[in-house]
């Protein structure tokens, strides 16, 4: 059953502006992960957070987390064309051994 | 790209053709998985293996038949497939099933695009 699900569906910004990606799930999660695609390639892992964790960042990436919303939230900041891509979220409820992925956010980074 | 490979890397075949799909992992990881990719939809699992043996089927028609004949293989065996199957085939392993305890992190191969005639 799908999970996450990211908002906005696609976005679409100039180069060195901030991009934000949302995404919401339903149930009680051990930790929320994010992943970037480029078109018709596999998944790369970008950040994980765990459930007791608020806040991480890794290098021009920010995730927050918010248990009592169920939402997350992916912050790039500076953007470049290399960021275009579709990043998707995905959660492992807790006792779980799969993870669920949302239907993504289409990135798209204008020159 | 990342240490899973998966070939071949595009696939046509039609519905009565028998064919394989083939991931390898050089992560010295001990669980695997298959994953399908259709167009507007979300990445689905198909199977989950560790240390060979399958952990998780999420309901994936008999047509599908995976392998895994050890921790750094993974196969799947495709036959009489219907146009519908058509999608991205991605594999991806993980140090170990997520309940070990051990980094949920998973690192996925580029994938096999299979379009079924």
């Known amino acids: 059953s799908q999970q996450g699900e990211e908002d906005p569906q696609a976005l679409s910004i100039q180069e060195g502006e901030n991009a934000t990606m949302n995404c919401s799930y339903k149930t009680s999660i051990n930790n929320l992960q994010w992943y970037r695609q480029n078109s018709g390639r596999g998944l790369v892992h970008l950040i994980l957070i765990r459930s007791n964790e608020r806040e991480k960042h890794s290098g021009r990436l920010r995730v927050t987390l918010d248990t009592s919303k169920k939402s997350s939230s992916l912050l790039i900041t500076a953007s470049r064309a290399a960021d275009t891509a579709s990043y998707f979220c995905?959660?492992?409820?807790?006792?779980?051994?799969?993870?669920?992925f949302g239907q993504g956010t289409r990135l798209t980074i204008n020159p | 790209e990342t240490g899973v490979t998966q070939t071949p890397r595009h696939l046509v075949m039609g519905m009565t053709n028998k064919k394989s799909l083939k991931c390898e992992q050089h992560?010295?990881?001990?669980?695997m998985y298959w994953y399908k990719q259709s167009a507007k939809k979300p990445l689905e699992l198909m199977f989950v293996?560790?240390?060979?043996?399958?952990?998780e089927n999420n309901s994936v028609p008999s047509r599908f038949s995976p392998e895994c004949p050890n921790s750094s293989h993974l196969f799947l065996h495709l036959h009489t497939l219907q146009p519908e199957d058509s999608a991205l085939y991605l594999c991806?392993?993980?140090?170990?099933?997520?309940?070990?305890?051990?980094?949920?992190?998973?690192?996925f191969g580029p994938g096999t695009r299979l379009t079924v005639l």
């Open positions: 992560l010295g990881h001990n669980a």
């Open positions: 995905a959660t492992r409820d807790q006792g779980a051994q799969k993870l669920v």
């Open positions: 293996y560790s240390l060979e043996e399958r952990v």
């Open positions: 991806a392993s993980s140090q170990d099933l997520p309940t070990s305890g051990w980094s949920d992190t998973q690192y």
